[in-house]
């Protein structure tokens, strides 16, 4: 079973529909023992990163967050989602994330107009499971002005935009990110979503 954790800033409806395609068991829930039977979790997000650490903390998700993360249950955080997932943001507050992922999530400096919204090219950084059915230039969905600044090691993919490097898949260990919308991406985005059930399934 899938837990979509619901912190009331998530695509859940998207989501949760992207899952079931895959016949995959979806709960979507903010209950601790729910989520900690889960063999996978997915980090929905759409907002701002303060707004979302505020609701994990208001809902008590983020000692149960931490606690599956530590038993090594797949987590997969999407857009925001992934952002929340850095040690530090500073969208419109400096706010303290969850600190899974290494890295902070800034203001993207680019030559280009943000929101970076619309498709572009993933670009392989790291072999990872999560890029078994997929190729190197697939297009993919992003919306977003935030970016990660992560190691190399974390970095899986990434996209081109304005002249920078913006990370678009990252991971440590058992935690995954997707900055754009998997759910959002047509059969690249099913196909990704389809490596984080493998991995899940392992």
Request: glycine share 10%.
């Amino acid at each position: 079973m899938i837990a979509i954790i619901d912190y009331h800033v998530g695509n859940l409806g998207s989501v949760t529909n992207a899952f079931k395609r895959l016949g995959m068991d979806v709960a979507v829930t903010r209950d601790h023992d729910v989520i900690r039977q889960a063999d996978g979790i997915i980090l929905p997000g759409v907002g701002s990163f303060p707004v979302a650490m505020k609701h994990l903390e208001q809902y008590d998700l983020i000692d149960v967050l931490n606690e599956v993360k530590d038993k090594g249950t797949p987590i997969m955080g999407i857009c925001l989602g992934m952002q929340i997932l850095f040690e530090t943001g500073y969208e419109f507050t400096t706010t303290q994330g969850l600190g899974f992922l290494s890295g902070t999530v800034e203001l993207m400096q680019v030559n280009e107009k943000l929101p970076h919204m619309g498709w572009n090219q993933l670009i392989f950084n790291h072999q990872h499971p999560v890029l078994n059915h997929i190729e190197e230039e697939d297009y993919v969905y992003f919306v977003h002005s935030y970016a990660a600044n992560c190691p190399d090691e974390e970095l899986i993919a990434y996209c081109e935009y304005g002249g920078i490097k913006v990370p678009a898949i990252v991971g440590k260990d058992n935690v995954l990110g997707c900055q754009f919308h998997p759910e959002k991406s047509g059969e690249v985005g099913k196909m990704i979503l389809k490596a984080f059930k493998e991995i899940v399934e392992q």
